[in-house]
């Protein structure tokens, strides 16, 4: 019982990261570094709410930094989901 239960909860930690061809503690860090830059992001957008003349453009300009990051880490990747029926790409 005790294998099958650390087996089980190991899938949740390492099934997601091995996915996108990172480790537990890579996408850990990956995940934590961008939720801060969103979390900072989101603080600007509020302000900007309010003060429409601060902060133009930093949550869009964070969204798309993270975006192109994500992208670019990946674009040589080929998921199982991204392949076609014909076995394309």
Known sequence: MRRYLRQHLTGHFTGHPASVVET?????GR???SSWSLAVA??????????PALFPS???DTVNRLHDE?????KDDVRA???HTDGTA
Request: aromatic letters at 6%; hydrophobic letters at 50%.
């Open 70 to 74: 994500i992208r670019d880490l990946h």
């Open 58 to 60: 930093r949550a869009g």
């Open 42 to 51: 989101a603080v600007a957008c509020t302000v900007h709410a309010f003060v």
């Open 24 to 28: 537990y503690t890579q996408h850990l």
């Open 81 to 83: 989901d991204d392949v």
């Open 31 to 33: 995940a934590l570094r």
